[in-house]
């Protein structure tokens, strides 16, 4: 029976001819690329065939199987002898100091079982109040950087302490000409170790010409000349910024760079919102939009160059007011009112007399001559402003180190001696301080790396971290800052090495003072602050009292100032130097210190590098900043994501040609770039080879550009801006970008309103979101629930607060919580594909020209796509965005393994071992704040570069109360939960109540203006619990019917118009884009009714 | 530093004053033996120099009896009147001008510690056995009958196949296999026994399908039952690299637990002493009962002590590797001082009656999760007398109004929550 069809696949196969049958004989009809498989020779000699690899895999699958089974023998080894402050399991608390020539900051250090795990700011300490910023909070890190150098070096080889020490000696004995090179020492004791250095050379028949030459890489050399020559004090005074209820700044990044910014941050938080009386105002005019500019009240682009001629105009504005002579000025390149702020900020001045304060970053002597002039007549001296009580963090005039410079190219310095410095990398490259160092018969380098400078060195003494070693600050006159070991060094002399030893104590040894620096020190306290401070009698109690605060109080003896007072310089001379200085033509840049990277001596440091540009959001780069318009102008690429990198142009500055990307920066001055400094680092570590870039050689990779060489020495000061040329290199360049995006789109997200508003109260500016319910009734969103109650009303509730007001958007928060949760580093990639892995993050989002109310004729989608961009000059906002720990969470309905769940005490829960890494919570989440572990970050080879927790000794920073997550989990912020559960534990030993301020999560202990607060919102007597029944206060897309635990509250501009928050006035906050649009005009609708229905009532 | 030091040294010189008041106070008898025990024994050996010189010729080292008692009595009193006196003044200073406390012992007594140094009684020979602990009583009787009626039950059908077998031949020898056939059975007598059962298999296939099932649902059950003890160190009793036993310092010698494990009451773990900690005591007991000197003697590596000088070498100083028994799953944090000091736990109840234990320590109990939540299920808080709980138990007991409950377990106020323990 013949009942079978046949079916053929092709007529080849019908026909069935010979090509056919020879064609299909073989599996695969294409040729395989099986010789360039086998091309490689360990193949062709292998003898292992396919069953081998199968016996192999299915062995070691077994075997693994099996060895799982087996429990780990672990080891328990106690102390010998335990120190008696020791026990395991228990934090320490040391109080220290931190100075790296840049930023001064009082801190306490966590330590565990004698090691340091965390920085955090002294609260006792007056100056700072507990702030620190990201930069010193990271210095954790650099403790255990592998790239330390461990053994001294002789002309680059490793060798002895011995051996370094008398060839030293040698040359020394040699030497003419002595010259120790070093940042502002704010250390007395370290001043006299070199004072004594000093003492201690060449002998009578043949003295020693020795100078101690200090540089600031930042330098503040216009502030300290200018006060020269108008008080007779080369000094940099003190600010008061907490006394100033109208401060104005010209391109000073008070808040985060800016001499002793640690200070000015607190202080200036004192007066940002108005619950704590009046609230200051604030003015800044500058040429890239800095942290401190977002922060302004009012703020003014102006080039660089024009900074001098727009202080003459507030001279002149202030000087009409008072009463005293105008100056002859010029005319400045004026696209953003800048006239009519400066015409405002002088009659706030002049009618706060005695209460306001001008800074200016500028490093032109004749411009802080103007300032100067400006502050006397309005009355800050005294006041805001103590000039007989010197800054010592910032004391370099610039010139001495040029002629240092100069002195060393001609060979006259015979040995020079660099501590805190890295001059190779940051000294201007019209100065040719490499080929000048050269010419040094002996150079020594107290560097902790081998970099720039301490590779170029013919020795080099590795230093100590700080946090190994006993030192002192006096950062402010009339105060004594103590830092203390809170480990033993690291790197001490053992059979694998020679071991690091304290730079004082080094440069002692030179000169055969073998007295080590503790003892030098204790000398040196009980001769000069002993005898100026009254509050302790011996040095014993001052000594201990001050290793346990931090810090005491003392009144230095009187510099002796041999200038008399002289006579301000004539005011019009200055001017006329200011408008000299002032021309420039074409394109300028401006060269800034930025908030993550500050003068780059912690480049190695992943977190610094990984942490946000606090404007941009750029991770692992510097950039140059322009205005988007110029951007369009120039063809640049202006958005960026992952499959959207930026444009690379090449930049000349002062001859140094650099290759960077441009980002599109709002606010920038149009006409102007700004680059930060602190980039392109070489010979710091493997971190600093993570980046895209290519230092000079061309070869050796860095993260972003050096431009240093940038700076210019002008009229004897370090000048930081310059003209510039920029081409389109034509290349595309990836950027990894925290954020992408950059505006509010009119919702409610960072609730923003302006004094004036304010004062009408809450129902205008910061209403309650409504919605009408299932039945037609209209009612504020907390009143419509589909789910039950949470129980949260017994026991504890945790809650933040957090202040947009107060908030300066510094970014301290997010290391803070990295350092204390252990969040890994991802590397640049990684964020480029929005993987960084961040807690908390600081959201940054710029103004728009465009809104709903002034849309008019405007359709709805141009509406939408022009509230997209930024204005040109817009105000910034920073918000700083966690879990927020929804009473309603979305994310733990969507669990399917309950991995995410709700506390009694109001925590959404987060536990890695149970969750099994579907995302889903991820998805759900509104605030984006959940974070998705890709990879295994601690095992990874593609991370062992950039993360911290992947080599022995990098790994000894990992808090040991916190899991580190492995791969496939989810995490997100806890709230601190391992702090909360100490506190708690604490009060219930010692029976009693947990107090106010005793639990605070990581990023409040830090916050330099108390932005954020941390507590028990079940108890009445908290502060979170006060400062959230505040009027101020709202939820983040409250409408969304979340209820989170944390209260954001809203932000107050100090300003004369009148500021209706978007999203209020045209309808309730639209949260969810996505949302069915029905129900939402309804509730617009309805909204508005009850609005008016409010209003009638009142 | 040297205020620490200072400090440090006034600490030892308090706590060994106190340790003398304690002694004092605590016993007192004419016996010789007991006093020195009670008064003198924390400084002193007879025939080896301690805190103090060794004590065995005592009496013919001083010039005269009176003297000597009046300075055991009051040794700085006694400095002070007899300056000239220079074997007691050169004493004095060989021992690091440490003033022996001034005891409150009359003439007599001083005596009769005399005349037990003088003649002390032979010391007891150290006998060293191995430790073997005893067995546990078996309470639970169930696996012993259980036992018996399974080596009944073998032999009785032994005893049954052995006739059957017996039956087979004598019925081959008499009509053959035939009759063998006869009945259903078949020569299979020169067969092995593996063989035999094959035979015997294939031709009842009915037992074996039930066989086999039974044997696939005992497989799975093992396999089913040993996956929940991964993991589960229930017993875990590793040798240690000291032969310690808990039963002679905490049973016998009565130690409180946290003399040693200080740290459970302030720190999350309970810690291993440091080796200061056993040397403490150990300075003077060199010898113990069950190994005598042999263990001991690790101690002394391990703190670099030597005894023949009576000092501390710090660069012999080697901490000692002890294996750790309780180690906890990972992604756990679990904090002792919680459970001893708030929750008032006694050690017992997680570690077992620590106090019989012999050498090698061992695990008591499962530490897993369920084990854990457990407790916690049913322990109820000590909230009365903690301030901390006040408020608490006061909104508590409104939650609970309608079940009329006045104190809670650990789980009525959230002790079971996963952010309790997983962070």
Redesign the interface.
């Known amino acids: 029976m013949n009942n079978s069809r046949q079916y053929w696949q092709s007529v080849e196969q019908l026909e069935n001819n010979e090509e056919f049958v020879a064609k299909n004989s073989d599996e695969f009809q294409e040729e395989l690329p099986l010789d360039k498989f086998l091309e490689k020779e360990e193949l062709s000699t292998s003898s292992t065939s396919r069953r081998d690899f199968l016996k192999f895999v299915g062995f070691s699958v077994t075997a693994a199987t099996l060895a799982a089974c087996e429990a780990p023998v672990m080891k328990s080894i106690p102390y010998v002898v335990k120190p008696e402050e020791i026990t395991p399991g228990v934090a320490n608390y040391y109080a220290s100091a931190y100075f790296d020539g840049f930023d001064f900051a009082p801190i306490l250090v966590k330590t565990r079982e004698g090691r340091p795990i965390h920085i955090e700011g002294n609260k006792l300490s007056k100056l700072t109040n507990g702030g620190v910023n990201a930069r010193v909070n990271s210095s954790l890190l650099s403790l255990y950087d592998e790239a330390r150098v461990r053994n001294p070096r002789l002309n680059g080889e490793e060798t002895k302490w011995s051996k370094v020490d008398k060839a030293v000696k040698a040359s020394l004995a040699e030497a003419k000409n002595v010259r120790v090179l070093s940042s502002s020492i704010a250390s007395p004791s370290t001043q006299a170790a070199i004072d004594l250095f000093a003492s201690k050379l060449g002998t009578e028949e043949a003295p020693v010409n020795f100078k101690h030459v200090t540089y600031d890489e930042a330098s503040s050399a216009g502030i300290i000349n200018a006060n020269k020559n108008y008080f007779g004090k080369a000094v940099v005074p003190n600010y008061n910024f907490d006394k100033a209820n109208v401060i104005v700044g010209f391109g000073a990044d008070f808040l985060s760079t800016w001499l002793n910014a640690n200070q000015y941050a607190t202080a200036y938080g004192t007066h940002r919102a108005p619950q704590n009386g009046e609230m200051s105002r604030h003015y800044q005019f500058e040429a890239n939009f800095s942290l401190t500019g977002t922060n302004a009240d009012i703020r003014g682009a102006v080039r660089p160059n024009e900074i001098g001629l727009a202080v003459i105009d507030l001279y002149n504005a202030v000087a009409k007011k008072t009463g005293n002579a105008a100056i002859k000025g010029a005319k400045y390149d004026d696209d953003n009112n800048v006239a009519s702020k400066i015409k405002n900020a002088a009659n706030d001045l002049v009618s706060h007399k005695g209460s306001s304060l001008v800074v200016c970053g500028s490093n032109d002597v004749a411009t802080q001559e103007l300032v100067n002039g400006i502050n006397q007549m309005i009355g800050s001296y005294g006041t805001t402003i103590e000039i007989d009580k010197p800054l010592n963090i910032r004391k370099a005039t610039d010139t001495d180190f040029i002629n240092l410079v100069k002195e060393m190219k001609s060979g006259a310095v015979d040995a020079l001696f660099i501590y805190g410095v890295n001059p190779v990398y940051s000294a201007p490259a019209d100065l040719g301080f490499a080929a000048a160092l050269a010419k040094v018969k002996t150079s020594v380098s107290f560097s902790m790396f081998a970099d720039e400078t301490g590779s170029a060195t013919t020795v080099l003494a590795p230093d100590n971290h700080y946090f190994e070693n006993w030192n002192d600050y006096s950062p402010v006159a009339g105060s004594i800052y103590m830092a203390q070991p809170v480990i033993r060094p690291l790197f001490s002399k053992t059979a694998a090495h020679q071991g690091t030893r304290q730079a004082q104590e080094s440069l002692l040894k030179f000169v055969k003072v073998k007295t080590s620096f503790y003892d030098f020190m204790k000398e040196n306290w009980s001769a000069t602050i002993l005898p100026n401070q009254t509050k302790y009698s011996t040095l014993e109690t001052l000594w201990n009292n001050t290793v346990h605060d931090g810090f005491a109080d003392y009144t230095p003896a009187p510099v002796p100032m041999t200038l008399e007072m002289t006579i301000a310089p004539e005011a019009s001379v200055s001017a006329s130097n200011v408008v000299k200085n002032s021309k420039a033509t074409g394109m300028v840049a401006e060269l800034y210190t930025e908030t993550n990277m500050g003068i780059g001596n912690q480049a190695n440091n992943p977190w610094l590098q990984e942490l946000p540009n606090v404007i941009t959001k750029v991770t692992w780069d510097n950039y140059v900043a322009m205005n988007p318009k110029d951007c369009k102008e120039n063809g640049y690429a202006t958005n960026y994501g992952q499959q959207l990198p930026a444009s690379l142009v090449n930049v000349t500055i002062g001859g140094s040609t650099v290759k960077l990307p441009v980002i599109a920066t709002p606010g920038q001055k149009v006409g102007a770039v700004s680059i930060a400094l602190g980039y392109g680092r070489t010979n710091a570590g493997k971190v600093v080879e993570q980046g895209d870039m290519f230092a000079a050689d061309g070869t050796t990779k860095t993260v972003g550009a050096n431009v240093f060489p940038g700076v210019t020495t002008k009229n004897g000061t370090l000048n930081y801006y310059a003209e510039v040329t920029i081409e389109n290199a034509n290349e595309e360049y990836p950027v990894g970008l925290a954020q992408t995006h950059f505006t509010e789109m009119d919702r409610k997200i960072v609730n923003e309103t302006s004094i004036a508003t304010f004062l009408k109260g809450k129902d205008t500016y910061n209403p309650d979101p409504t919605v009408v319910d299932a039945y037609g009734v209209t009612k504020t969103v907390d009143k419509v629930d589909l789910w039950a109650e949470q129980d949260i009303k017994n026991g504890h509730r945790w809650g933040m607060t957090i202040d947009l007001s107060k908030c300066i958007g510094c970014n301290a928060c997010v290391t803070s919580c990295h350092s204390e949760n252990n969040v890994p580093v991802v590397g640049k990639d990684e964020v480029r594909r929005n993987r960084i892995m961040s807690w908390l993050r600081v959201d940054r989002y710029f103004s728009s020209d465009m809104s709903k109310a002034t849309a008019g004729d405007t359709g709805t989608i141009d509406m939408y796509s022009q509230m997209e961009v930024p204005s040109e000059y817009p105000e910034a906002v920073h918000q700083p965005v966690m879990c927020q720990q929804c009473n309603h969470a979305p994310c733990e309905t969507v669990c399917p393994v309950a991995a995410t769940t709700h506390s009694d005490e109001g925590l959404n829960q987060m536990t890695y071992n149970r969750c099994i890494g579907t995302r889903y919570c991820a998805n759900n989440c509104p605030y984006k704040v959940r974070r998705f572990n890709w990879f295994n970050y601690v095992g990874d080879s593609k991370f062992t570069d950039v993360n911290p927790s992947q080599n022995d000794l990098a790994r000894m920073v990992l808090n040991p109360d916190v899991v580190v997550r492995a791969r496939g989990v989810m995490e997100k912020c806890s709230f601190c939960v391992q702090r909360i559960q100490t506190g708690k534990l604490d009060a219930k030993k010692e029976g009693r109540t947990v107090r106010d301020g005793e639990v605070e999560s990581a990023c409040a202990s830090v916050c330099p203006t108390n932005a954020i607060q941390f507590g028990d919102l079940n108890d009445n007597h908290t502060t979170v619990k006060k400062t959230s029944d505040d009027e101020r206060s709202y939820h983040l897309l409250e409408e969304v019917g979340t209820q989170p635990n944390v209260f954001y509250l809203t932000k107050v501009r100090n300003i004369d118009e009148e500021r209706i928050p978007a999203g209020i006035g045209h309808g309730a906050a639209h949260g969810d884009d996505h949302g069915d649009h029905g129900h939402e005009d309804q509730a617009e609708e309805a909204h508005v009714d009850s609005h008016s229905d409010e209003h009638s009532s009142h | 530093m040297s ?1 620490k030091i200072s400090i ?1 040294n006034i600490k030892v010189h308090l706590s060994v004053l106190s340790l003398f008041l304690v002694l004092a106070l605590s016993g007192y008898s004419q016996d010789g033996k007991n006093l020195f025990k009670a008064n003198c024994a924390a400084c002193h050996k007879i025939d080896k120099k301690l805190i103090g010189p060794a004590l065995a010729g005592v009496e013919d080292r001083w010039e005269s009896k009176e003297n000597l008692i009046a300075w055991i009595a009051n040794s700085g009193q006694y400095l002070k009147d007899n300056p000239g006196d220079s074997y007691a003044q050169d004493l004095f200073k060989e021992y690091n001008q440490l003033q022996m406390t001034a005891m409150p012992l009359s003439t007599a007594e001083i005596e009769s510690i005399l005349g037990y140094i003088a003649a002390p009684p032979e010391t007891p020979k150290v006998v060293i056995t191995d430790a073997a602990p005893a067995a546990a009583p078996a309470e639970d009787y169930t696996n012993v009958w259980l036992f018996a009626f399974t080596v009944i039950f073998i032999v009785v059908i032994s005893v049954i196949l052995s006739v059957k077998a017996s039956l087979k031949k004598i019925l081959l020898e008499l009509k053959g296999e035939e009759g063998l056939a006869a009945i259903g059975e078949i020569n299979d007598m020169d067969l092995s026994f593996y063989q035999q059962s094959v035979l015997w298999a294939n031709r009842n296939t009915k037992w074996m399908i039930v066989i086999s099932i039974f044997a696939f649902i005992g497989i799975l059950y093992i396999l089913w039952s040993s996956i929940w003890t ?2 589960v ?1 229930k017993g ?1 009793a ?1 040798e240690q690299p000291i032969k310690f036993s808990h039963k002679i310092h905490a049973g016998d010698d009565g130690i409180d637990c946290v003399y040693c494990h ?2 459970a009451e ?4 309970g ?7 056993c040397m403490n005591c150990h300075k003077g007991i060199e010898s113990g009962k069950l190994y005598g000197t042999e263990e001991i003697a690790k101690i002394y590596d ?3 002590w030597d005894s023949e000088n009576q000092k501390y070498i710090p660069r012999n ?8 028994i309780h ?1 906890l799953p ?2 756990v ?1 679990f ?1 002792h ?2 459970h001893v ?2 929750g008032q736990v006694d050690c017992k109840e997680c570690h077992g009656d620590v106090a019989t234990f012999e050498y090698p320590m061992h695990q008591e109990n499962d530490l897993t999760m369920g084990w854990c939540i457990e407790c916690h299920r049913t322990k109820e808080v000590k909230m009365n ?8 138990h006061a ?2 007991v409104e ?1 609970y109004k309608s079940e009329g409950l006045e104190s809670f377990t650990v789980n009525q ?2 002790g079971i ?4 323990c ?2």
Do not use: R
């Open positions: 205020l440090n991964i993991g160190y875990y590793p200080s740290g302030k720190s999350k773990t810690g291993i002493p440091s080796v200061n900690v391990a703190a670099g100083q080697d901490p000692i590797e002890w294996v750790k180690n990972d992604h944090y904090n001082s919680q000091v708030v007398g903690n301030p901390y709980y006040d408020k608490l909104q508590l939650k106020m959230g929550e996963c952010a309790k997983h962070y």
